[in-house]
C-alpha cells in the first residue's frame, strides 16, 4: 500500500526532496527521482545533457513502470558500461554505431527495445547478422581462391535470391539457417578437395558425393 492509504495524516510523512510528491519515510530521493538521476548520469556523457537523438531512450528508462527494477538491471556492470559508452559518444545513436560495440545479450536487448519504442528504425536483424556470419566464413579461408570461390557462391548465389525473395518481408529463422548449411557444406568441400590436393576443376559428381558421405 501506498503511504497515503496506510496512513492518510499528510503531517506523518516527508517528502521526496526532488518532486516533492512522494509521502515517504526517509528523506532520500524517492525511487523515480533516484532512476532518473541515474539514467542521467548513463546517457548525460561528459555533461550530464541528455543528447537529442537519446531522448527517446532517457524517456524510456525513467518512465519504466517498477523503477526499483529497472534500477537494479542498470546497475549492472554491463549494461551501465555499454550505456556510459553510447552516452560519451558524439555520433548520432544509429544501428551503423551500435554494430561496432561488442555484440552479446545485452546490446541485443537495447537495439531491439530502442527500435520498439521509435528510437531507432526497424531492420532486417536475421539478414545482418547472416551476412556477418557469411563474411567470418569467407575471411577464414586462407587459399585466396577458395576465399574467391565462397564469396561467390554465398553472396552471389544465396544473398541475393534471399533478398529478391524477401521483397520487404524480414528474413525467417529457417531462412537463416538454411543457408548457414548450405555455406557451411561449399566450405567443408573445399576443405575436403584442399585436403585430397584437388581443385573445383578436378571434381566430378562422383567426387562431391564421396565427399559428403
Known sequence: MCAKYTNPDPDFWGRCPVC???WQLGTRPCQRC?????VRDLLGGDTGTIRED?????EALSGAERPTSTMFWLSGSKVST????????ERPVTHETLDELPAGKVLAHLHSGMVAIGAL???DERLIALESW??????????????????????????????????????THLQALN?????TAAANFLGWLTGNGLTLGDCTLGMALQASS
Open 134 to 171: 557469411i563474411t567470418a566464413r569467407v575471411q577464414a579461408r586462407t587459399d585466396t581462391t577458395e576465399r574467391r570461390i565462397l564469396h561467390g557462391y554465398a553472396s552471389w548465389h544465396h544473398l541475393r535470391r534471399l533478398r529478391r525473395r524477401l521483397g520487404k518481408e524480414h528474413t
Open 34 to 38: 533516484a532512476l532518473d538521476q541515474l
Open 179 to 183: 543457408i548457414r548449411r548450405h555455406v
Open 121 to 123: 528504425t526497424a531492420r
Open 54 to 58: 537519446l531522448v527517446p531512450l532517457y
Open 82 to 89: 555499454l550505456l556510459r559508452q553510447i552516452g560519451r559518444d
Open 20 to 22: 516533492r510528491t512522494t
